[in-house]
């Protein structure tokens, strides 16, 4: 163990040794090896040590689970559940409800928000709409309510904070709330019941958890994205602490499917279940690895002779974050698909948590 501690302290000071070399700072980091995607490393540049070919595909698995999409409306639309219909582009997600007093939707991603009025006229022809729920304030899941904006007596219905947040600052495509709740709201019609509870695992005020019993769905947007490690930064969240707890929450529920709101696939249980395992995994060994942070600080910051901080923190972040992502790699590729693009991005995020808390 002392043995491969020192080599890794060694390889950490040659990497120094050759900034040291380097006009510029041009190469804090002399790793040949791909960078996993730290947001500016990959490169689309033949022969670059970073070029996308070094990174993996999505799975096989991943692949074959992916619903198609029809080529004419560019949209999946399934029926999952009688009455229950969920909609994709391939990248953002809605669902909506048909009960015999009206349509429930839930969210309307501007990606495809302009499609939605054709898609439920033709499942649920004749029917009104009469309720729009949104999941959280951000633009890119509701910015294309507005679509909906003739629509005579629809209720819009949402968190109080998101009110709140579209004072703040004006949010194009977004229908004004006409329906707000700061505590768990429940509605029902046609004979069904859409409970709302408020929770906070992703957006920087406060998001939603849809939740319907008789359909068995569930909906938490910007969280996991089945079958996939999450995306950058653990779905965007703003508080990767309260993100760490919102899969237990989710299990409690009773539910057949999840919609995450990203890529094309619906979520089962079973894709909670892994998520949670990884992200609590990353949690462990990124914590595990702010044990060494202080002491590479303190070599860097010495090989740089003490003239840029900011730089040795860099360095040191970087380096805590390749070993981290290094082993999560290892652990979970061919469990989850695209784990190479995003886990160093994961292991930042809580690096930078450990930082501050
Ligand atoms: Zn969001």
């Given amino acids: ?43 689309m540049a033949p022969g670059h040590p970073n070029h996308f070919t070094a990174f993996a595909t999505e799975s096989p698995e991943m692949l074959a689970r992916m619903p198609a999409i029809d080529p004419e409306t560019g949209l999946h639309v399934s029926e999952i559940k009688p009455g229950l219909f969920y909609v994709t582009e391939g990248v953002y997600q809605s669902a909506f409800l048909v009960t015999e007093q009206g349509v429930i939707i839930f969210d309307a991603p501007p990606s495809f928000a302009h499609k939605l009025p054709d898609v439920i006229a033709e499942h649920a022809p004749g029917i009104i709409i009469r309720y729009l729920v949104y999941s959280h304030g951000h633009s890119d899941h509701i910015g294309g309510a507005s679509v909906f904006g003739d629509v005579e007596g629809l209720q819009i219905v949402a968190h109080a904070a998101t009110v709140q947040s579209m004072e703040r600052a004006a949010r194009p495509g977004i229908l004004v709330p006409t329906i707000t709740y700061d505590a768990p709201y429940e509605f029902s019609l046609g004979g069904e019941t859409v409970e709302l509870t408020p929770a906070s695992f992703h957006a920087e005020d406060m998001d939603t958890i849809v939740y319907l019993p008789r359909q068995r769905f569930v909906m938490a947007v910007d969280t996991i994205t089945p079958g996939e490690a999450a995306f950058m930064n653990f779905g965007a969240t703003s ?51 702010m044990a060494t942070f202080l002491d590479r600080f303190n070599t860097t910051l010495a090989a740089l002779e003490y003239k840029n901080a900011n730089l040795a923190y860099r360095a040191t972040i970087e380096a805590v974050r390749r070993d981290c992502a290094r082993e999560i790699i290892d652990r979970w590729t061919g469990k989850l698909s695209v784990v190479d693009v995003w886990a160093d991005s994961h292991c930042q995020t809580v690096i930078l948590y450990n930082i501050m808390h």
């Fill in 239 to 289: 508080d990767v602490g309260a993100y760490m707890t919102f899969f237990d929450t989710i299990l409690a529920y009773e539910f057949d499917h999840i919609l995450s709101g990203h890529v094309s696939v619906l979520g089962a249980r079973e894709d909670v279940i892994m998520a949670r395992d990884y992200a609590h995994d990353v949690w462990r060994t990124a914590g595990a690895g």
């Fill in 1 to 43: 163990m002392k043995a491969l501690k020192f080599i890794a302290f060694a390889q950490f000071c040659l990497g120094l040794s050759a900034l040291a070399l380097q006009p510029g700072y041009a190469a804090v980091d002399n790793d040949p090896s791909p960078q996993f995607n730290s947001g500016d490393d990959v490169s």
